[in-house]
C-alpha cells in the first residue's frame, strides 16, 4: 500500500492534463441489521477524493485517485460504538468519445482499506443456553480489490478558479471474481478540475 501511494504521489506531481478533486456520498448496496434483526437501509456516508488525468492518445487517458470515505454507519448495540473510515486508491482509466467531449468513461481496478476503531475489551454475549466471552478489537483493518466502471460529465462551466466542473457515478464491485462474496457500492460526486 506504502509504494502504491508512492507512486500515486508520483504521478500527482508530474505535470498533467488537468488536476480534479470531488467530494460526494458514498453508499453500499447491501442493508444492515439492527440489534432486533430488523433490516436497516445503509446510510450515505460523506466521500472526498484528488487525482489527475493524464491524456495518452486522443480520448485515451490515465486518471488514477485517492480517496477517504467516512463511514456514517453506527453499530446499534450495548457492546460499545465503533468509527469506520476507508482510503481508497482507483487506477481508472477513462475513454472519451470523439464527438461527446462532454462526456467520458470511467474502467479500472481500486484498492480500498477500510479501518474499524473502538474501545476493545471484552463482552459477555448469549451463546445457546450459556454464555460466552467475545473480545472487541482496539482497531482492525482490511483490504479489499474491486473492479470499477463509471461515468464522468463535464458541464463547461468556467470560473476565475476552476478550469471546469462536473459530476461523476462510479459503481466499485468488490472481490468481483467471487460469486459468493461479491458485494457493489458506489460513489456520486461533485467533480472540479484545476
Given at each position: ?10 504521478f500527482l506531481a ?128 482490511s483490504y479489499s ?50
Amino acid at each position: 500500500m506504502k509504494i502504491l501511494i508512492l507512486l500515486l504521489g508520483v504521478f500527482l506531481a508530474s505535470p498533467a492534463l488537468s488536476m480534479h478533486v470531488s467530494t460526494g456520498v458514498y453508499k453500499s448496496l447491501i442493508d444492515v441489521q439492527d440489534k432486533n434483526g430488523k433490516t436497516v437501509t445503509n446510510p450515505f456516508s460523506p466521500a472526498l477524493t484528488v487525482g489527475s488525468n493524464f491524456k495518452f492518445a486522443d480520448g485515451i487517458g490515465f486518471s488514477p485517485q485517492l480517496g477517504f470515505v467516512y463511514h456514517t454507519v453506527q453499530t446499534d448495540d450495548t457492546y460499545g460504538e465503533y468509527k469506520m473510515y476507508s482510503l481508497f486508491l482507483l487506477y481508472d482509466f477513462m475513454w472519451v468519445p470523439q464527438d461527446y467531449q462532454f462526456f467520458a468513461l470511467r474502467f479500472g481496478l481500486g484498492t480500498f482499506r477500510k479501518t474499524i476503531t473502538g474501545k476493545g475489551g471484552s463482552v459477555t454475549v448469549p451463546n445457546g443456553t450459556g454464555t460466552a466471552t467475545a473480545y472487541r478489537p482496539d482497531s482492525s483493518t482490511s483490504y479489499s480489490s474491486t473492479f470499477n466502471l463509471g461515468t464522468d460529465f463535464n458541464f463547461n462551466w468556467s470560473t476565475e478558479w476552476f478550469t471546469n466542473m462536473g459530476a461523476r457515478f462510479e459503481v466499485f464491485a468488490f472481490r468481483p471474481l467471487s460469486h459468493e462474496y461479491r458485494t457493489y457500492t458506489y460513489n456520486l460526486a461533485f467533480v472540479a478540475y484545476f
